[in-house]
């Protein structure tokens, strides 16, 4: 068991390695700088298990799960986004005029 966990770990680490090789490559072939690669990067990493489990359950006849995975990891993204923006610089919120 010891040597299947050990070899999982060490593709997972190269798949890593190969795609940020490839990123940062492409990003600099294109003119892009290592920052805009990383959140290329970092944006994918985030989407892609979602994308797979909607596809999944989408090919498995439950729309419900794969619309309700969509719905709920926007509400939260946005929520975090702002939440994480609020701890750095507070926001104002004042009564309309």
Known sequence: MRYKTVNVLFVM???LLLIGGLALILA???GLTDG???VAIVAF???APELVISVLSALNGSAEMAIGNV???NI???LMII???ALVLPIKVGRGR
Do not use: D, E
């Open 76 to 78: 939260f993204n946005a």
């Open 45 to 47: 990493g985030t989407s």
């Open 83 to 85: 939440g994480c923006t």
């Open 28 to 30: 600099g072939a294109n």
């Open 71 to 73: 719905v709920g990891s």
């Open 13 to 15: 680490l190269n798949t």
């Open 36 to 38: 805009s690669a990383a």
